[in-house]
């Protein structure tokens, strides 16, 4: 069974400081994906990873991948209470699976405020 | 990206009935889809693989005969929740996978009075 260990899983900040998410598995992944959820609604793809060593940028979200695609990170820069809600790392293709086929971490619920 | 639509977004029912949630993929085809239930503000958990023209694969614990998949073309999965009981409720999620990435629907969230 592939487990991703997210942390934290709850994160309370002010507006205007910054923070890291963070996913790690003992498992290889093809890829490695971001997704925020609002209640009542669906995951939003925030991005996905596929080489070691990958960093992407969105805005003030930075987004890296592990040398050894096994664990990844999420830092915010100078959070916003917009940024609030469930973030998500999930990973795919462990195994030879389906990238479809995804192991979420436990979430992160994060609460920003003004 | 593309879309994945679910029906409906929330049902309500009576204990002992069952429940029918439908996921389609619209603008791609979509062989393989994924089921997911969601408790409150807890992460999603794989309860099945929904293959195209073939038997479901269920995850380890899920009961294949209370939570019927069904995919019959390749942009429609069913799933349906069959002799409906309070714990059942939950937030019922599927997605497709297109070339690397995964899209989910919107979700459905069940209440069973």
């Known amino acids: 069974t592939q487990l991703l260990e997210q942390s934290p899983q709850f994160l309370s900040i002010q507006e205007g400081e910054n923070l890291t998410v963070y996913c790690n598995s003992s498992?290889?992944?093809?890829?490695l994906q971001w997704y925020r959820q609002e209640p009542g609604e669906g995951p939003v793809l925030l991005v996905t990873?596929?080489?070691?060593?990958e960093v992407k940028k969105l805005k003030r979200l930075t987004f890296q991948f592990g040398d050894a695609r096994k664990d990844s990170s999420l830092h915010i820069t100078a959070a916003q209470p917009g940024d609030t809600g469930l973030y998500l790392c999930?990973?795919?293709?462990?195994?030879?699976?389906?990238?479809?086929?995804?192991?979420f971490g436990q979430g992160t619920i994060l609460t920003v405020h003004p | 990206g593309a879309v994945v639509s679910q029906h409906p977004s929330w049902v309500i029912c009576k204990s002992g009935t069952s429940v029918k949630i439908e996921c389609r993929s619209l603008d791609f085809q979509a062989t393989t889809m994924f089921w997911y239930r969601q408790f409150p503000k807890q992460s999603l958990m794989l309860m099945a693989t929904?293959?195209?023209?073939?038997?479901?694969?269920?995850e380890q614990g899920v009961e294949k005969d209370k939570f019927l998949i069904n995919h019959a073309s390749l942009t429609l999965s069913t799933l349906t929740v069959t002799s409906a009981h309070p714990e059942d409720s939950s937030f019922y999620i599927c997605?497709?996978?297109?070339?690397?990435?995964?899209?989910f629907g919107q979700g459905t969230r069940l209440t069973v009075v």
């Open positions: 999930a990973g795919g293709g462990a195994g030879g699976t389906s990238y479809g086929k995804l192991t």
């Open positions: 997605s497709a996978d297109r070339y690397t990435e995964a899209f």
């Open positions: 498992s290889v992944f093809s890829s």
């Open positions: 929904s293959n195209e023209g073939s038997k479901a694969t269920y």
């Open positions: 990873v596929v080489t070691g060593g």
